[in-house]
């Protein structure tokens, strides 16, 4: 099988191919996700939230992120793999950035990281890039920021801020990242950013105008029910699945129906 790298993403564009993006963050899903042919899975922080059921991606640790990396990496043959720095990991100097980076990539063996902001990080991303490790923006909400934003709701409707995003946008690609993911920002404000640069952008909550759409698996799955943004498609009711799965086996065991004789040695 043919890997998909940042380079297929740029020609994606240029053919006018949307990308298509999920997280994972074991073995077994991302093994699902890539045999389906998802291009990019994304090892996302949200693993703070799905996996470890903190409030916020802020707790969740480098160690942690590796951790996941690694599973991930062991299931997939062809989808990219990209790897969220987490919060305090990078943004303090562009040393620490590129240590952190450098270990998730040995680590993991990983393709790509990715880092939340523009401007404010310039030098971090700038470090990482020179040695060689691919990077990914990540601007409009940026969940490691959301004790600064003090809500969830929708970024850069100001046109203030959708000044100083559009500039972060284009100082991404000038600095050389290969794609940078929109998080819930107006669609036209995507639409426009998505036409100013020639990397993907990959867009969740930010409209049909993206390069590609990704989505939180748990989510998009239906595993997750206590989450549901406006932006969210459920492709699945795993929770009642899983639910239904669950009361069949319980069933079976107080009833003394399971294991019966061809199930037993
Ligand atoms: O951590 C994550 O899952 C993400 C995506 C939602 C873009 O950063
Ligand atoms: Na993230």
Redesign the pocket.
Known sequence: IKRITTNTLREFKQKGEKIA?L?SYDYSMAKLVDGAGIEVI?V????SNVMAGHET?LPITVDQMIYHAQSVVRAVKRALVVV?LPFGSYQGNSSEALRTAVRIMKESAAHAV?M?GGVEIEDCIKRVLSAGIPVMG?LGLT?QSIYKFGTYTVRAKEEEEARLLRSNAKLLEDLGCFGV?L?KIPARLATEVSKELEIPT?G?GAGNGCDGQ???IHDMLGINKDFSPRFLRRYADLAEVMNTAFVNYMKDVKAGDFPNEKESY
């Open positions: 993006c997280t994304l996302g922080d949200s693993a991606t969220d990715k939340e990540h969940p993911v998080e990959i969740i990704i989505l939180v």
